[in-house]
């Protein structure tokens, strides 16, 4: 099978990192898959979630293993399953549902405890609900812990058990300014810290169960964390620094507790994984304490659930494991097999037909902002002729009046009077005086020369002749730019085109 491993790196080691899987781990990981067989692609999600869903079409697994945290937010475990199921595309562990409700500590509580799970007292605490009064009669000792965190984030043996209300109060403000979401309060119970992990699917070292029907054979045997006598510390919690600075100070063992005490831890474990609906492999942790009756020799308490548990090597669960005679591979196949059989790939799983090829690479979308061409510029003839287009035939028939479009107006024609004065107005005015008649003669002793005399010096006076002086002044003033965009001569035609004579 092709199988995309998701994953969060951790890198730097800071306290936002916790949570996340170290290179080692996900050697470890990518090594057990590929040794059973299976073609394994890395895919780090830390980055943008467009370039997780690039290279899962890209790489078009059969399968995904998923180890992969989250970022931010109440919901960052459920983020990727959910994308996962929208893609269509198998993986290991529980849906986005589960997960969300695992990581929420107050919520798992109060859906454990109709069934019967015995948990200790807790309340939510919040800004909104401290000005109602959550802080109101608490029982001490109580322990702070971040409500939507895992990994012991934000626990610690110096202060996080708290003993009165001042000190109890100085806490809340100090974590409140870190996990804005809210702190869980809840009653400190003395005991050790005792995990029980679930692998479905992973069967006895005989291959047959040891008891009964009442636990399912995934539920292994519970660990106990021995944490050093030397540690300092009042109260025996495993805490943040024990869990990622100082492993070494910490030791798994199997549960010495009695078997009455080992199979209700078991017993409980099952019914957690059935009530939150958990998928192929969880851890659940539990403070067993001393009873306080004579019928019972222990307490067993439930902490919290966590359905996305770390897989590195030396964990609890394959130590657990080893008690069944299962390594570290065996684990990691018993996770896959889980997963194929829910999904209804183990015919996929244990054939041994050849993969669909890999895609070579990725398909590209190229986006980009075509270049205009600039005013005045000619366009570049194309290279292909195209089919000369038919020109449209005219219209014999006039255009009904509803339907003609009236011209701008700039465009619109001048009307027919304007159209006749301008027409008038150029034509050359030539003085009839001045020129005689054909056929006739300039002598003064033609009947007519007086006459023409006189018509001659009546049309120097009037200003219509084109040779009297008054023209010759009208003209110039026409040719003035002032007196062309003068207002008082704003009628008629533009001064351009208006006529060297009077208007």
């Not at 047959?208 to 292994?220: K, M, Q, S």
């Not at 008690?323 to 183990?346: E, N």
Request: hydrophobic share 35%; glycine share 6%; aromatic share 6%.
């Amino acid at each position: 099978m092709r199988i995309a491993l998701t994953h969060n790196l951790k890198i730097t080691g800071s306290a936002d990192e916790a949570e996340f899987d170290s290179p080692e781990t996900i050697a470890a990981i990518a090594g057990a898959l590929e040794r059973a067989g299976h073609e394994v692609e890395r895919i780090e999600v830390s980055g943008p979630a467009s370039r997780v869903l690039a290279r899962l079409e890209a790489i078009q697994p059969d399968l995904i293993f998923n180890t992969a945290e989250g970022h931010k937010g109440k919901t960052r475990e459920a983020f990727y399953p959910s994308l996962f199921d929208e893609l269509g595309i198998p993986y290991t562990g529980s849906d986005a549902y589960a997960l969300n409700v695992a990581l929420d500590k107050s919520l798992t509580k109060r859906v454990l405890a109709s069934y019967g799970v015995t948990t200790p007292r807790a309340r939510l605490v919040n800004r909104t609900t401290l000005e109602s009064g959550a802080l109101d009669d608490v029982s001490f000792p109580v322990i702070v812990k971040p409500n939507f965190e895992g990994s012991s984030k934000g626990i610690f043996r110096e202060w996080s058990v708290c003993e009165d209300a001042y000190h109890l109060a100085e806490v809340v403000e100090r974590q409140l300014a870190r996990f804005e979401a809210g702190l869980l309060v809840e009653h400190y119970v003395a005991g050790i810290d005792v995990a029980c992990s679930f692998i479905d699917g992973l069967k006895e070292a005989s291959g047959a169960r040891t008891n009964g029907t009442a636990t399912p054979e995934g539920v292994l045997a519970p660990i106990e964390f021995v944490i050093d006598p030397q540690v300092p510390g009042s109260y025996n919690v495993y805490d943040f620094n024990l869990k990622h600075a100082k492993p070494e100070h910490v030791t798994r063992r199997p549960a010495q507790l009695p078997a009455q005490t080992i199979e209700r831890i078991r017993s409980l474990t099952a019914r957690i994984v059935r009530a939150l609906d958990l998928k192929d492999h969880a851890r659940c942790e539990f403070r067993v304490t001393p009873s306080t009756s004579r019928n019972q020799g222990h307490d067993v308490h439930f902490l919290e659930v966590d359905g996305l548990p770390t897989l590195q090597p030396g964990a609890s669960v394959f130590v657990a494991a080893a008690q069944r005679g299962v390594d570290f591979d065996g684990v990691i196949r018993a996770i896959v097999r889980s997963a194929c059989q829910r999904r209804g790939l183990l015919p996929l799983l244990e054939s041994n037909a050849p993969r669909r090829a890999k895609r070579s690479a990725l398909r590209v979308g190229f986006t980009y902002n075509m270049k205009r061409g600039e005013p005045g510029a000619s366009r570049p003839r194309p290279t292909a002729a195209r089919p000369a287009r038919r020109a449209p035939a005219r219209r014999t028939t006039p255009r009904p009046s509803s339907t003609r479009r009236a011209p701008s107006r700039r465009s619109r024609a001048p009307s027919r009077a304007t159209a006749t004065r301008w027409s008038r107005s150029r034509r050359p005015r030539t003085c009839r005086a001045r020129s005689p008649p054909p056929g006739s003669t300039s002598s003064s002793t033609s009947p007519r020369g007086s006459a023409a005399a006189a018509a001659r010096r009546r049309c120097r006076r009037s200003a219509s002749c084109s040779a009297s002086p008054t023209a010759a002044r009208t003209r110039r003033r026409s040719r003035s730019p002032s007196t062309r965009a003068s207002p008082s001569r704003s009628c008629g035609p533009p001064a351009s085109r208006r006529p060297s004579g009077r208007w």
